[in-house]
């Protein structure tokens, strides 16, 4: 059983938590996810790391709360444990001094970006982030994200705040005014990250997007994880979760993504039917979108281009 040590609503429906897992905080890296089972009926689901205390003995995650899984994890509190939890799983991200790389991200994908981010500045490269959402509501992080980053750029696709467009559209714009970009890295939802690295390809510039496609046990045993790459069938749970953008059929992906709906749909609408009570109790945290940044009530609130 692991512990959650801290649960932190910080855009709608999407949730930073804390968990009590020492040994899996001590060996994680940039990159790497974990396999996480709320209770015994549980699926498990994998989550990426968005950061990990050794000293503590916990790591983060970030995550939407969308499906029947999300939303036991979700409805959890403080004191409370989840069934399992295994990791660090999937090779870490390749960290080297690239030169100047744009570290990409939308959603839950701007949990796993933060230590990337860090790692990349250790290595000695230029960082620029650029952080998409539909609204200036789903923006969050940005004074975390402005500290360790060399230039953040926030896009909001309503242009409620930041830049109009999205992350596809700045790095087009970058690559087409001639600045030389060595690497771009992406997290985000697939359709995200597929017209991330689309408008990459014709520049030539190595892109990598991180996979987390359906899985069972995230070892490499099952087989369910598998994604076309260059031709190849890959495993996001163990070849994964990062992989060249420009190399993966995308279609594939999609249709494997969206085989079970069906099957999710009916599965959530049976745990809300059984658990209304549980989602009353979280709604006016998580689904409230004035609880703001993840940085406290009492900070002042970051503006849209990340400075507070």
């Known amino acids: 059983m692991y512990e959650i040590v801290e649960k932190r609503p910080i855009v709608p429906n999407i949730i930073s938590m804390k968990i009590r897992a020492p040994k899996v905080a001590k060996a994680a ?121 060399d230039e953040l750029h926030v896009l909001t696709g309503n242009e409620s705040c930041g830049q109009p467009g999205w992350t596809n559209d700045f790095i087009r714009g970058r690559l087409e005014g001639g600045e030389r970009i060595d690497r771009i890295f992406v997290h985000g939802c697939p359709f995200m990250m597929m017209e991330a690295a689309k408008a990459s390809k014709p520049y030539g510039v190595k892109t990598i997007v991180s996979l987390t496609p359906l899985m069972v046990d995230g070892t490499g045993m099952c087989g369910a994880c598998r994604v076309e790459v260059g031709g190849e069938t890959k495993f996001g749970c163990v070849d994964g979760p990062d992989f060249d953008g420009h190399q993966v059929n995308w279609e594939t992906l999609a249709l494997r993504l969206r085989q079970f709906i069906p099957e999710e749909d009916r599965s959530s609408m049976l745990w809300e039917r059984d658990n209304w009570h549980k989602l009353v109790d979280m709604a006016p945290q998580a689904l409230n979108p004035t609880l703001g940044r993840g940085e406290g009530k009492d900070k002042k609130k970051a503006s849209c281009n990340g400075q507070a």
């Not at 940039?30 to 989550?47: K, S």
């Not at 939407?64 to 991200?93: E, H, I, R």
């Open 29 to 149: 890296r940039p990159g790497q996810f974990v396999m996480i089972r709320v209770d015994e009926t549980g699926e498990r689901v994998p989550m990426g790391l968005s950061g990990w205390d050794p000293g503590e003995g916990t790591v983060e995650i970030v995550f939407f709360v969308l499906g029947t899984s999300t939303m036991k994890l979700g409805a959890l509190k403080v004191g409370d444990t989840v069934q399992n939890l295994a990791g660090p799983l999937g090779a870490p991200t390749e960290i080297e001094n690239f030169g100047t790389v744009i570290c990409a991200c939308g959603c839950f994908g701007i949990g796993p970006t933060l230590p990337l981010i860090k790692a990349l500045k250790e290595a000695g490269n230029r960082v620029i982030t650029v952080v998409e959402g539909r609204s200036r509501e789903f923006i969050f992080w940005e004074e975390r994200l402005q500290e360790e980053s």
